[in-house]
Antibody
Framework: EVQLVESGGGLVQPGGSLRLSCSASGFAFSDYAMHWVRQAPAKGLEYISAINSDATTTYYADSVKGRFTISRDNSKNTLYLQMSSLRAEDTAVYYC??????????WGQGTLLTVSS | DVVMTQSPLSLPVALGQPASISCRSSQSLVYSDGNTYLDWFQQRPGQSPRRLIYKVSNRDSGVPDRFSGSGSGTDFTLKISRVEAEDVGVYYCMQGTHWPLITFGQGTRLEIK
């Protein structure tokens, strides 16, 4: 069974930094591209970042480009999202998502980031 | 980016009645391999999204057969043949055709009338 477990969320002041992690199990992590999707309180889903299976290609939405960095450690089956220069509008639940055949087939339970002073 | 537009945004439905959600894309979702990468997700209150339908009309494992997807090109529909109480939540369409520029619809909130 595919499991994706996010961690690292919390309360951060504006301008601060934080790193999210996603521990993957139940599938060959190194064979799949992975993604981060976020959801602000009572809002819809926003796709923010992607990384291919061998970490040679990354993608960022304009809303996070230059501030967030996606990475992965295939030896640890873990996906990361390093976030800096955080803003109030980054407050959201962050989901780690596995993609297969251009579809998001598995989602983690999410981790909440709150950016507030 | 491809814009995904869902309607209605709010959908009150009586138990046992059918429901239908429309999703329209600003560009064709037919990929060069001939497939159309349009998924539907359900997000129940307090839960993560769960995929119901992939590539327009394929149900994921464990999804009740009262859920069905259809459409082509730029117009797609999710139908629930008979709404049950457990179907309450928000439904999203998503296009993967233009990966990595994946986009979601705004979401449709289904509630019991």
């Amino acid at each position: 069974e595919v499991q994706l477990v996010e961690s690292g969320g919390g309360l951060v002041q504006p301008g601060g930094s934080l790193r999210l992690s996603c521990s993957a199990s139940g599938f060959a992590f190194s064979d799949y591209a992975m993604h981060w999707v976020r959801q602000a309180p009572a809002k819809g889903l926003e796709y923010i970042s992607a990384i291919n299976s061998d970490a040679t290609t990354t993608y960022y939405a304009d809303s996070v480009k230059g501030r967030f960095t996606i990475s992965r450690d295939n030896s640890k089956n873990t996906l990361y999202l390093q976030m800096s220069s955080l803003r109030a509008e980054d407050t959201a639940v962050y989901y780690c998502v596995k993609i297969y055949d251009r579809g998001f087939d598995s989602w983690g339970q999410g981790t909440l980031l709150t950016v507030s002073s | 980016d491809v814009v995904m537009t869902q309607s209605p945004l709010s959908l009150p439905v009586a138990l046992g009645q059918p429901a239908s959600i429309s999703c329209r894309s600003s560009q064709s979702l037919v990929y060069s391999d001939g497939n159309t990468y349009l998924d539907w997700f359900q997000q129940r209150p307090g839960q993560s999204p769960r995929r119901l339908i992939y590539k327009v009309s394929n149900r994921d494992s464990g999804v009740p057969d009262r859920f069905s997807g259809s459409g082509s090109g730029t117009d797609f529909t999710l139908k629930i043949s008979r709404v049950e109480a457990e179907d309450v939540g928000v439904y999203y369409c998503m296009q993967g055709t233009h990966w990595p520029l994946i986009t979601f619809g705004q979401g449709t909130r289904l509630e019991i009338k």
